[in-house]
């Protein structure tokens, strides 16, 4: 199983930019995929998570109503649309597959792509 993001840069702050996730390896029918980021010196946190099946997403709090995640369930993508973006968003981002979710965190998550540098500047 091989998840890939990619889309990450350089942005000025109130800019956008649009991350994508491969999946490869299996069949993610009735997963979940998320996406986390990780600032320096920071702990990874949960940004938001979609349902491969039904398309159901869910966002943490500071990114609701600036953040758009969506798939494309024949392409076996994950996007993350980021608009109006601030200097703290500023992290690696990491696309992620869960099973099921039973802790509601990153420990529900098998697999993880290699991250993408997202830097915005004030």
């Known amino acids: 199983v091989q998840l890939q993001a990619f889309g990450g840069g350089l942005v000025q702050a109130g800019g956008s930019l649009r991350l994508s996730c491969s999946a490869s390896g299996r069949t993610f029918t009735n997963w979940v995929m998320g996406w986390f980021r990780q600032a320096p010196g920071k702990e990874r946190e949960f940004v938001s998570r979609?349902?491969?099946?039904?398309?159901?997403?869910y966002y943490a709090d500071s990114v609701k109503g600036r953040f758009t995640i969506s798939r494309d369930s024949a392409q076996n993508m994950v996007y993350l649309q980021m608009n109006s973006l601030k200097f703290e968003d500023t992290a690696v981002y990491y696309c992620a597959a869960a099973r099921t979710l039973r802790f509601g965190d990153s420990r529900d998550y098998t697999y993880w792509g290699q991250g993408t540098q997202v830097t915005v500047s004030s």
């Open positions: 979609i349902t491969w099946n039904l398309g159901t997403t």
